[in-house]
C-alpha cells in the first residue's frame, strides 16, 4: 500500500512538473544571445550571392529612416545551413531560408522561442528562387514588423521590470499619464503642462519631453500642426548655451510622419532630425502624439538623441520603446468614449 501511495505521488508531480513547464515554456529556455539588432539569416551561400539574398538585404538591412547617418535596421549575419549549430540556435532573431526542389509548397512559418526566449524566428520555404522572391514580396512588410516589433518589446519588457520611479510618480500625480524610463533619468525642467526628463552621460543624451495641450479638432493630427505645435514648445523651453539659440524641428530633411493606434487611443508618430537653432548641435528624434479622450486633450511626448560621433540606431530605440510604455490613467474612460464613436461611425 505503501509503495502504491508513493508511485502515485511521484507520477502526480510528475503531471504537474510537465503542465508547468507548458504554462511556462520560457523558464526552461535559455536567454537569447546576439546584441541587439543582430540577425542570423540561415540560407546556402549560393542563393545568399543570388537573388533571395539581395532581396533579404534590401528589406532587412535596408537603412533606418531619421538617423544623420547611414545605419541598417538589422545587422545581419548570413551562415549556411550545415552551420546552423547550437551556438547560433539561441540568437535573438533569426531567419531560416530553405530553398531546395523537395519542398512540397511555398510557405512562410513564424515561430516564437523555439530555442531561446525571447527569441523571434522565420522560416521561408521555397522550391526555388522565383517561388522565394513570390513569398517574400507578399509577406516583406510583416517579416520586417515582426522582427522590429521583437526588439522593441525586449526592451519594453526590461523598462517594466527596471524604471526610474521618481519619473513615473512625477508623470503619474502630476500629468494623468504614466511612463517607464530606465533608472538614471532626472527631471531637467517642469512647468504647467509640461516636463522634460533626461539621461545624460560625457558621451550620449537621451530625454524625452512630454507636454499637453487642448484637443480641439480632427485637424489637430496633421503633420503640420503637431510639428509647429512641438517647434513653439520646444522654442520656449529648449535653449542651448549660445545666445537665441533653441531646439527645433530640423526642416532640410522630409519629416516621416504616420496616424496610428496606441492602447486604442487615436495617434500619431513623426520621426526625424532635430537641430539646435543658431547652434550646432542635432540628432534623431521620435513623436507620439495621443489623444486623451477623457480629459480633452493631446498627449505629446517627443524623445530625442544626441550622440555626435557614434551609431545611434540602438538609442532611438530605446527611446522609442520609452514612448510607447505612455498610459493615460483614465484608459478605461477613453475606452468607453472610444468605443462609442467607433459605433457611431
Known amino acids: 500500500m505503501n509503495s502504491l501511495i508513493k508511485n502515485t505521488a511521484t507520477l502526480f508531480l510528475l503531471i504537474l512538473l510537465i503542465q508547468s513547464c507548458k504554462n511556462d515554456a520560457p523558464v526552461l529556455y535559455n536567454n537569447v544571445s546576439g546584441k541587439a539588432n543582430d540577425l542570423v539569416v540561415v540560407i546556402a551561400e549560393d542563393s545568399w550571392k543570388a537573388k533571395p539574398g539581395d532581396l533579404i538585404r534590401a528589406t532587412l538591412a535596408q537603412f533606418q529612416y531619421g538617423l544623420p547617418q547611414e545605419e541598417p535596421l538589422f545587422d545581419i549575419i548570413s551562415i549556411p545551413p550545415v552551420a546552423f549549430q547550437k551556438i547560433f540556435k539561441s540568437n535573438r532573431n533569426i531567419l531560416q531560408v530553405t530553398i531546395a526542389s523537395t519542398v512540397l509548397k511555398p510557405e512562410m512559418i513564424i515561430k516564437d522561442n523555439p530555442w531561446a526566449y525571447p527569441q523571434a524566428v522565420i522560416e521561408i520555404k521555397a522550391q526555388n528562387a522565383d517561388q522565394f522572391e513570390a513569398v517574400f514580396n507578399e509577406n516583406s512588410s510583416k517579416i520586417l514588423s515582426y522582427f522590429l516589433q521583437a526588439e522593441t518589446k525586449r526592451i519594453s519588457a526590461n523598462y517594466d521590470k527596471f524604471y526610474e520611479k ?180
Open 166 to 345: 521618481t519619473v513615473y510618480n512625477i508623470l503619474n500625480t502630476d500629468f494623468g499619464v504614466t511612463m517607464k524610463v530606465p533608472p538614471g533619468f532626472v527631471i531637467a525642467m517642469q512647468k504647467k503642462d509640461f516636463i522634460w526628463y533626461r539621461y545624460e552621460t560625457p558621451e550620449i543624451s537621451q530625454g524625452i519631453i512630454l507636454f499637453t495641450f487642448p484637443y480641439d479638432s480632427d485637424s489637430t493630427f496633421t503633420a503640420s500642426y503637431l510639428t509647429a505645435k512641438r517647434d513653439s514648445v520646444l522654442k520656449e523651453y529648449i535653449t542651448g548655451t549660445t545666445e537665441g539659440s533653441y531646439m527645433t524641428t530640423e526642416k532640410r530633411v522630409d519629416l516621416l510622419f504616420k496616424v496610428t493606434e496606441h492602447n486604442k487611443n487615436y495617434a500619431a508618430e513623426s520621426r526625424g532630425l532635430w537641430v539646435l537653432e543658431n547652434d550646432f548641435m542635432g540628432g534623431p528624434f521620435i513623436a507620439l502624439d495621443e489623444l486623451d479622450a477623457s480629459n480633452q486633450r493631446v498627449v505629446s511626448a517627443f524623445g530625442y538623441v544626441y550622440a555626435p560621433s557614434k551609431d545611434k540606431r540602438n538609442y532611438l530605440q530605446q527611446v522609442e520603446a520609452m514612448l510607447y510604455s505612455l498610459k493615460m490613467n483614465k484608459q478605461a474612460e477613453n475606452d468607453k468614449i472610444n468605443s462609442q464613436v467607433k459605433m457611431g461611425n
